[in-house]
């Protein structure tokens, strides 16, 4: 296990940067510690977060959802389905990287590339976005949202612990993945790309005709623009003006809730799955993760093109929830659907408490709501048994982004 450690900046990293035209952000950024402002003592900040990456990590059977294989690889289960999936992996990479766990960074991304890359046919280059755990390939189609926390948590780690040889060159696993989702199907090369080259939004699966509200990271864009291909920095640019102005439509006015998939306009997306009966125009699993998103990008980048707001409205809008500590499957505009009870009860507050990011500090009534979320996720503990996984995962980055621990790496 690799312990937490405080970033270091010496006069030859400053150099370094400064030779390259601009300062790094971890240089010269401050990152917001909610709790602190919240009134709860730094020193128990930084106990807690090693109590939960250690739980999340190496906790017990019902706690964890790590677990090493071999001498060089692991996975993160979903606990829930008993698979290891794209989402799971590269969020568990992202993770590793901002709390300085090389180790295990490694190995979940061998594993990735051992099992669930995909080196040939329609999908090459991509990632099976579902695997069993003993590597078998569930499915081979991927899902976008892997590909863009995995290009990301490579770059960073390439800044943090500098490249290796392999698949261990991290910069240039990274630019690989950024440009098959851009590039496939063009020049020859088969497949579809996994981003909408008319309107820059990314697409729920490649060959869809609409999107993931919770996919939009124009924040990871932003970092793509510098780093991607240099051929392919202007497609992100544009990406992370279309996402911004994207989650501004697709949040809803009253709740701040955004739909788990909709169409391009941001309207909720009724249409049924060729694959599936279930619902997707609502207000659950997928879509708790929309203000989480917002409430980061706007502590990295303090850009607000109409988004923000969502997240004053989803705090204001599940007060009472939060006070009967019950939450939901709901509409969009509200509505509770009949019968119903979040499947992730934890996922909810979590998310929602980490788009306090979003709020800027002041003697406002926002502010106070905002810490109060903070406050309340401060005393929730993480979710034991089964069904952790989703819940975790969304704990884990709500823990890091509040505590100022989400960070960019350059």
């Known amino acids: 296990m690799c312990k937490l450690s405080t970033m270091k900046v010496d006069e030859e990293s400053n150099n370094y940067w400064k030779g390259k035209g601009f300062m790094s952000t971890e240089l010269t950024k401050t990152y917001r510690n909610l709790f602190e402002e919240a009134g709860i003592d730094p020193a128990l900040v930084k106990q807690r977060l090693e109590e939960v990456k250690q739980t999340f990590f190496y906790g017990a059977d019902d706690e964890r959802v790590y677990f090493p294989v071999g001498e060089d690889m692991g996975y ?32 979940l991304w061998k594993w990735s590339k051992t099992y669930m890359w995909m080196d040939e046919g329609f999908n090459e280059g991509y990632f099976a976005w579902s695997c069993q755990l003993d590597g078998t390939k569930n499915a081979n189609g991927p899902a976008p949202d892997g590909e863009e926390f995995f290009a990301l948590a490579l770059f960073f780690a390439a800044h943090r612990w500098g490249n290796g040889e392999g698949i261990f060159d991290y910069t240039s696993q990274a630019k690989d993945i950024l440009r098959a989702c851009i590039h496939k199907g063009q020049n020859g090369r088969i497949g579809t790309p996994m981003w909408n080259h008319d309107n820059h939004q990314i ?30 920095r202007e497609f992100w640019k544009k990406a992370v003006k279309a996402s911004r102005d994207y989650l501004a439509v697709a949040c809803h006015p009253v709740t701040g809730f955004s739909a788990e998939y909709a169409e391009f306009d941001g309207s909720p997306m009724s249409r049924p799955l060729p694959w599936t009966k279930d619902r997707h125009d609502w207000f659950y699993s997928d879509a708790y993760r929309t203000v989480a998103n917002i409430g980061l990008d706007y502590e990295w980048y303090g850009v607000d093109a109409g988004q923000r707001i969502a997240a004053e409205r989803i705090q204001e809008y599940l007060l009472q929830a939060r006070a009967k500590e019950e939450y939901y499957i709901y509409e969009i505009d509200g509505s509770v659907v009949e019968g119903s009870k979040a499947h992730h009860p934890l996922a909810i507050p979590a998310t929602v408490a980490q788009s306090a990011l979003a709020i800027p500090k002041g003697d406002t009534k926002a502010y106070e709501t905002a810490l109060g979320w903070v406050k309340a996720f401060w005393d929730m503990p993480l979710r034991t048994g089964k069904y952790r996984y989703y819940d975790n995962c969304l704990y884990m980055f709500a823990f890091l982004a509040l505590s100022g621990n989400y960070r960019i790496w350059r």
């Open 76 to 107: 993160i289960t979903d606990t829930g389905n008993d698979d290891v999936r794209t989402e799971g992996m590269s969020y568990g990479m992202m993770m590793c990287v901002q709390l300085d766990m090389k180790e295990e960074f490694d190995r």
């Open 203 to 232: 697409l729920f699966v490649p060959g869809a005709d609409f999107t993931d509200p919770s996919y939009h990271l124009p924040h990871f864009y932003e970092l793509f623009a510098q780093w991607a291909d240099e051929e392919d």
